[in-house]
């Protein structure tokens, strides 16, 4: 493989590819509005989502997962499809499950691995098990059949190995063993659903209670020629704390990462790096490092391993990713490529439609003589691919534009890239592109095209303002179809979460859907925003909610001093640190009509004690609540609830373990209740934090429903009896 051809690239190359397939991605906006019709809730349904895309060693067609909604809306059926990277064919499936995910080539591409799910309905099918397809044709077939499923399988550089990852221990074999001989009445009798706690970390939003029983560890399985010369897979590793990082040496070895420690949340972050024999034996330690390793890729040569990841000194509030270099030989100190480079590498933009489920990440990419890594990188709300040299840290952009790029691979022999990117008005699709030469894109997928070119979607207008304090914020507008600025417009003002996240260029489906209603949709990025730099991010450091409700104020200004909204009619929403901004807003101001709060936080200290992420150290608290109760009172929605005339929706998931209901929606509605302030509650069972991004599909429209029925009513006088109270 040669890629020798990305190392002479120059930024106006650069740029030219990058606007090339800007102009390709916003190609919906030129097509005649006329015959198009304004977008629905439910348009959701229809949505197709492209995830973890994976090019065949030859370079000749890519494998990726389609994600698309259940027949029954209660879920996503995810499916391996592959396409040419000639773009001479349509897309077409390989596999015909319903819960297909991860596909791997093996390194002659003659195989492909992947992980499949239970084929009946599931929120999120559980113990996935690794099945091989054979690219020469026949059907695929199971590979593991393991109690506790497996993950992130991983081909060994000969194609005769599969590492993955399993929480399977030796009793859940033994167990499985009974009950298929049909063994004692003990080994068919239900495992206990009672849970002992020890650790302060117990549950996770995404996984439920966390088994402490069940650590993931590395197995191995020597890969089978056909479906009837399938061998057992066995455990590589052992004991009693997590492994993963999965990264080959070479056929004969392979690299993990973990943290031996009991309870390490008393101690900052950090990663600690093993190799271990394929034959077995005890897994021999290379270093420790004192950061949180992310996506780690070996170099062609086998001397340098990059990856991902925050420093920990001195503790902030935000840590910006960087991306790293680590020599083998000398692996005490790795270097920092980008500590000179003030944007995040390896991060992106935020919005509402990245695949749900399957969604893939790519780690940095080596060029095959080693002397570059390409990585994404979020500036100013975009998300673009640079190429950056491994001696100096040089930067040079290899896309640029208004678009969020995903997932990317390089195309083996061509120097080609395979990109997956959005905008805001196009789901992500992928794309060839070829930065030597920044010509035009090549589309391979057109997922959305018969649903969108149906539709009439608009491009956001980006705005820049300047805050209270001198201090330079962007923000976006999305105004609906056929907007006229003679007009007056009611104006809803949506805060992103985190806080430590962006708005950007990216699809973004309440936006389009509230603005197809009629509304003005202000979404800025106030100043703790990623993709402006570490200090604009860690500014808000012991002082959030505080200046960024300033942002925010400022925005509505902004957008009020242009003359077409409609000042009696101003919204407020947000989910997450959104819902707790939105809970302060409405403490601080009565210039709002109306709000909803989702997935918010009323008060900082009952967080603290019941969320499911720790802060043990001072990042966002300079101390816990009990030692500092009046910071935390102060920094509290629940503080100024006397001050509150806003009606008020609480938006809230049962099932939410990141913003707990009790420490925040509950709160605020039981409060106004007292208070006879408007206020209604709508709870969605079974769901977790992420209801507005990978809920149930139902309730994901449902949600949409709630929020602009609430601003209906209280905007526009809309009739809503489900929303009111007879006294």
Known sequence: MDFSVLAGIVPTAARAAGLALLGLLGSYANTALAQRRLISDRDLYDFVWVGDPQVAPDGARVAFVRVTVSENREGYDTTIW????????????????????????????????????????ALKPPSPQLWLLPMSGGDAFPVTDLPKGVGDPVWSPDGKLIAFTSATNAEDLAKQQKQRSGGSEAAKEPESDVHVITHAYYRSNDEGYLDPKHPEHIWLLDVPLGADARRPPRSLTSGRFDEGNIVWADAARLYFTTTRLDEPYYELPRSELYSVAVSGGEPKRITRIDMEVHVPALSPDGRRLAFIAEREQPIRSYSQPHLWVLDLAAPQSPRDLTQKFDWDVGDGVFGDNAPPRAAGQSPPVWTADGSALIEIYSKQGQTNLARFDVASGAESDLTSGNQSISNWHLVSGSGKLLVSASTPTRIGDLFLLDPATGGSPLQLTHSNDALFGKLELTEPEELWYTSFDGRRIQAWLQKPPNFDPRRKYPLILDIHGGPHTAYGYVFDHEFQWLAAKGYLVLYPNPRGSTSYGEAFGNIIQYHYPGDDYRDLMAAVDTVVGRGYVDTNKLGVTGGSGGGLLTNWVVGHTRRFTAAVAQRDIADWAAWWYSADILFFFPNWFRAPPFEDPDDYRRRSPITYIKNVTTPLMLVLGDADTRTPPGAGGEQMFRALKYRHVPTVMVRFPNETHELSRSGQPRHRVERLDHIAGWFDHWLLGVPKPEYEVTQ
Do not use: I, Q
């Not at 499936?93 to 992947?114: E, I, M, N, Q, V």
């Open 82 to 121: 592959a396409v040419s990277t000639s773009g001479a064919d349509a897309p077409h499936p390989l596999t015909a499950g319903r819960h297909d995910s991860a596909p791997r080539w093996s390194p002659d591409g003659k195989y492909l691995a992947f992980l499949r799910g239970a084929e009946h309905e």
